[in-house]
């Protein structure tokens, strides 16, 4: 997985998100803390292959299905 530090990712923000939306995943460091950017829908996979079968689809549904944030 790349890395770039926030400047980086900064300066190549359309660059970046525009990979990370085709599925590319990429660690931002800003000296010691580190955070991972992710497609959103391998978050969701994750999130409901780690919880099952605890996770309700209603409560899914209501935070992924609307444009907000698109």
């Known amino acids: 997985?790349?890395?770039y530090t926030?400047?980086?990712f900064k300066e190549n923000w359309e660059e970046l998100i525009s990979r990370v939306e085709?599925?590319?995943s990429f660690i931002i460091k800003?000296?010691?803390t580190q955070?991972?950017?992710v497609p959103f829908k391998e978050t969701i996979?994750?999130?409901l292959e780690s919880l099952e079968p605890v996770v309700d689809e209603e409560l899914i549904h209501i935070h992924t299905?609307?444009?907000e944030g698109s």
């Open 22 to 24: 085709s599925g590319e």
């Open 65 to 67: 299905d609307h444009e």
């Open 35 to 37: 955070a991972v950017i």
């Open 45 to 47: 996979n994750y999130a």
């Open 30 to 32: 800003d000296g010691n």
């Open 6 to 8: 926030v400047d980086q």
């Open 1 to 3: 997985m790349e890395t």
